[in-house]
């Protein structure tokens, strides 16, 4: 919802339509996770995945990678 709400046109007084991309990366709390810059490390992984893509997407990270 949140890279929908995002990238919707905005209108401008002069009529002109402008708009925006948005990735979103995100990482869930898991018993593996032992701190916060981990949790950060993962969610800035899932962002780059995203934005090799394109923009416009999110990405979850899922497990640990290589």
Do not use: C, H
């Not at 002109?16 to 593996?32: K, L, P, Q, T, W």
């Amino acid at each position: 919802r949140i890279v929908r709400a995002v990238s919707q046109p905005i209108r401008l007084s002069t009529g002109d339509e402008v708009g925006v991309g948005v990735s979103v990366g995100m990482a869930a709390y898991a018993n593996d996770v032992m701190s916060v810059r981990k949790l950060v490390t993962q969610a800035d992984q899932a962002l780059y995945e995203a934005k090799k893509q394109n923009e416009r997407r999110w990405k979850m990270f899922v497990g640990l990678r290589a």
